[in-house]
């Protein structure tokens, strides 16, 4: 594996050309959407609007209390109609479309603002604020009014069986084999806006390393729990760093 050296982007190989990456994986997290004034959840001022995760964010909160959790939900998804996608979010949507090879997002956030900036097929390992999931039939609806114990599932029609299309606490992430099968065959990972301190995703950087032949990146506004794995490390907000190196990446191709 070419020697890349940490901080510097890549050394240009002196014995050839500069490795141009084919196979890009991008994780995000709520960082990403900071600037976009959509909280995160271990900032200080963290999200989950003084509620305990364990009282909104589990199947648990929600057979306790269906009624509190639903509002939280909606709350969050009505909050999504007065923010807008940020010069991050358009970057990567950018590199999608410009670079000459596969360029997969996968994100914690449960926002559709990458969609809106311009991302296709982003997999949604947390589930996504827009959807809802009929517990009756199963089905996944688009959603963007409050969902309530009023609610018709648009297939069954039964009352009261929808929920957020959202994935819990003690709940198993969406697409996890397809990220994986990205995981093994990328050849750069960059890791946007995420504090590394929720699995699986936090452990999507040892899963490259173990393939040996990926460069990794984290672009985070301050070290990650995870950032002594990667092999390099771009300190700031994603706003103003990743459109540069989206730049960088599409110079080299
Ligand atoms: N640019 C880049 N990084 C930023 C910015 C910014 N403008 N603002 C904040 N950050 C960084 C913070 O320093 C922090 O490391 O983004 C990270 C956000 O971390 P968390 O709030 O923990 O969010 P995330 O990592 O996405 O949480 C993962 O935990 O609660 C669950 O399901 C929830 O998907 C979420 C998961």
Excluded at 53 to 75: C, K
Excluded at 109 to 130: K, S, T
Excluded at 184 to 212: H, K, M, R, W
Aim: contains cysteine; charged residues 25%.
């Amino acid at each position: 594996m070419q020697e890349i050296k940490r901080g510097s982007f890549v050394e240009r190989d002196k014995n050839g050309p500069e490795r141009v990456f084919k196979n890009i994986v991008i994780l995000t997290g709520a960082g990403i959407s900071a600037e976009s004034g959509v909280a995160t959840f271990r900032d200080n001022d963290g999200l989950w609007e003084n509620h305990k995760i364990e009282d909104v964010a589990t199947p648990e909160a929600f057979a306790r209390d269906p009624v509190l959790v639903q509002s939280f939900y909606n709350a969050r998804r009505a909050h999504l109609h007065t923010v807008k996608p940020n010069a991050a979010h358009k970057a990567l949507a950018r590199l999608q479309k410009e670079l000459p090879g596969d360029v997969t997002i996968v994100t914690q956030n449960v926002d559709d603002l990458h969609e809106r900036g311009g991302a296709d097929a982003v997999m949604h390992m947390h589930g996504e604020l827009v959807k809802v999931r009929c517990r009756a039939c199963a089905t996944v609806h688009d959603w963007i009014i409050d969902c309530t114990a009023e609610s018709k599932c648009p297939t069954c029609e039964r009352l009261g069986t929808l929920r957020p299309h959202i994935v819990w606490f003690g709940e198993l992430p969406f697409h996890m084999e397809e990220i994986a099968e990205k995981l093994q065959a990328c050849d750069l990972f960059i890791s946007v806006g995420t504090s590394g301190n929720v699995y699986p995703a936090a452990g999507f950087v040892s899963n490259v390393q173990e393939t040996g032949k990926a460069h990794t990146i984290e672009v985070n506004l301050e070290p990650s729990e995870g950032a002594s794995l990667f092999a390099e490390r771009r300190q700031g907000k994603a706003g103003e760093l990743l459109p540069n190196l989206v730049q960088e990446l599409l110079n080299m191709g």
